[in-house]
T-cell receptor
Framework: AQSVTQLDSQVPVFEEAPVELRCNYSSSVSVYLFWYVQYPNQGLQLLLKYLSGSTLVKGINGFEAEFNKSQTSFHLRKPSVHISDTAEYFCAVRGSYQKVTFGTGTKLQVIP | DAGVIQSPRHEVTEMGQEVTLRCKPISGHNSLFWYRQTMMRGLELLIYFNNNVPIDDSGMPEDRFSAKMPNASFSTLKIQPSEPRDSAVYFC????????????FGDGTRLSIL
């Protein structure tokens, strides 16, 4: 079985400040990891993914995430957020089975 | 490139009515997923298909829900009879091969059952 934990349901941060959204997972097999973003009234869009290789993954909109196997984490970071980054962010894991498990989401609110 | 297309975008209907949600996956994708999103329960996987065959429908809430994928380019999610607690945003997503490919989501259908 696999699971994803996003401990923070909401993260307020001031504009131009850095942000980290936390994601921890559990799986008995090797995994693929994803971060998605959801803007209001839209579907989820892929931000970045980790399949293998370098543990630091860069995505769109200046986001990056680091895969840490020993800590079973895949935290999302951005050095300087913008108002337009206000959205809900979902971490997801996929093991050897076809099903993807999504976290419960973290709402990022950027304060001007 | 056309993404995943869902219709309708919004549906408002009275309880007891049949509701049909439609999805056109991205051409060439062989896996299709139906999700439901609510404030209370977040994003829930209802069912997914691989090569038009239902693989896991354990997330389908009850017999009032059914899903079909008659061909590689079309899927439906039907609720009959509908109830107010079915009100949610329903998303369809598709994915191609090989392993590790992400899912691509449609914009969703916002369903309100009165």
């Amino acid at each position: 079985a696999q699971s994803v934990t996003q401990l923070d349901s909401q993260v307020p941060v001031f504009e131009e400040a850095p942000v980290e959204l936390r994601c921890n997972y559990s799986s008995s097999v090797s995994v693929y990891l994803f971060w998605y973003v959801q803007y209001p009234n839209q579907g989820l869009q892929l931000l970045l993914k980790y399949l293998s290789g370098s543990t630091l993954v860069k995505g769109i909109n200046g986001f990056e995430a680091e895969f840490n196997k020993s800590q079973t984490s895949f935290h999302l970071r951005k050095p300087s957020v913008h108002i337009s980054d206000t959205a809900e962010y979902f971490c997801a894991v996929r093991g050897s089975y076809q099903k993807v498990t999504f976290g419960t989401g973290t709402k990022l609110q950027v304060i001007p | 490139d056309a993404g995943v297309i869902q219709s309708p975008r919004h549906e408002v209907t009275e309880m007891g009515q049949e509701v049909t949600l439609r999805c056109k996956p991205i051409s060439g994708h062989n896996s299709l997923f139906w999700y439901r999103q609510t404030m209370m329960r977040g994003l829930e996987l209802l069912i997914y298909f691989n090569n038009n065959v239902p693989i896991d429908d354990s997330g389908m809430p009850e017999d009032r829900f059914s899903a079909k994928m008659p061909n590689a380019s079309f899927s439906t999610l039907k609720i009959q009879p509908s109830e107010p607690r079915d009100s949610a945003v329903y998303f369809c997503a598709s994915r191609g091969t090989p392993l590790g490919q992400p899912q691509h989501f449609g914009d969703g259908t916002r369903l309100s059952i009165l």
